[in-house]
């Protein structure tokens, strides 16, 4: 699609106002955050390994992460997105909103020190390492149409029904599967304001770590990305790896990158009954 100059304008103009609510929303600069991860750093330490799973090309798996357990994706042939959906375990009507991550962060880049904030506007998962910085919050998940249509009839399971199973498994339903985010889906805006697919920036042995910042259900699909412009069907596994993380230190960057963050784990502590500093009241 070419934009008339008219469209063109507008997208300026929001531009401009988008960039006035945001110096006037934060209280202070955020603090800048570091490159990606090296590949081969963050080592996890063999004992604090809960539990190792493979996810078969075009499945999904659920699980349950206790507050501070770490689960970190690894796209093992380069090939893969992965797509997250999670929820409060104690109360699933709050949820992963990936239009407030993106919105209250003031940022659609998800990376290390980045947050993936619930509905109610607490931190869910924290971003404590990451190689690739190269994830979807916007455009989501496939759907029983979308494969349709890139890869004609046969069967090509899809990310929205796989979240439908998922979370049944869960012991939720259709009602509670929402828009999701893709992990190692290098899905860039071009200047025209058009999606486009950064494939170069997806490599083999990519890992992002997510911390549970609350008791959470988890729901994951290995599931092609609708702009993924492969044409057969991936059939590669992906690997996941639950471990027990340090506790955060008093400057942990998910924590403290943002005046919008800082309020998103102040809302963690009144909600579960600690102060700020994470001292049971």
């Known amino acids: 699609m070419i934009l008339t100059e008219e469209q063109k304008a507008e997208i300026a103009a929001h531009t401009r106002r988008y960039n ?10 955020p603090r800048a955050l570091p490159a990606p991860t090296a590949r081969d750093a963050a080592p996890i330490a063999a004992d604090a390994i809960i539990h190792r799973e493979v996810i078969p090309a075009g499945w999904y798996w659920t699980t349950r992460l206790n507050r501070g357990d770490t689960l970190r994706i690894v796209n093992t042939s380069g090939t893969s997105t992965v797509s997250l959906l999670a929820w409060n375990s104690a109360d699933a009507t709050e949820r992963l909103n990936h239009a407030d991550t993106i919105k209250v962060q003031w940022a659609a880049r998800l990376q290390k020190g980045r947050v993936l904030l619930s509905d109610m506007g607490r931190a869910l998962l924290g971003i404590t390492e990451d190689s690739s910085a190269a994830h979807d919050a916007v455009v989501g998940g496939s759907t029983a149409a979308t494969n349709l249509a890139k890869y004609g009839e046969g069967n090509h399971r ?7 199973l998922a979370a049944a498994k869960l012991g939720l339903d259709r009602r509670d599967v929402h828009p999701c985010v893709c992990f190692f889906a290098p899905v860039a805006i071009d200047a025209d304001g058009k ?14 770590d997510l911390r549970a910042e ?3 259900l988890i729901a994951l699909s290995n599931c092609p990305h609708p702009l993924d412009p492969a044409q057969g069907y991936p059939r590669a596994s992906v690997e996941v790896v639950r471990y027990r993380a340090t506790k955060p230190a008093a400057d942990d960057l998910c924590r403290t990158a943002t005046a919008e ?5 102040e809302n963690n502590a009144l909600y579960l009954g600690e102060t700020s500093e994470g001292a049971v009241r």
């Open 214 to 216: 609350m008791d959470l």
């Open 261 to 265: 963050a800082i309020r998103a784990y």
């Open 195 to 208: 999606f486009v697919w950064s494939g170069a920036r997806r490599q083999k042995g990519d890992f992002v």
């Open 20 to 29: 006035e609510l945001k110096s006037a929303g934060q209280e202070h600069a």
């Open 158 to 164: 899809n990310t929205r029904d796989n979240f439908i």
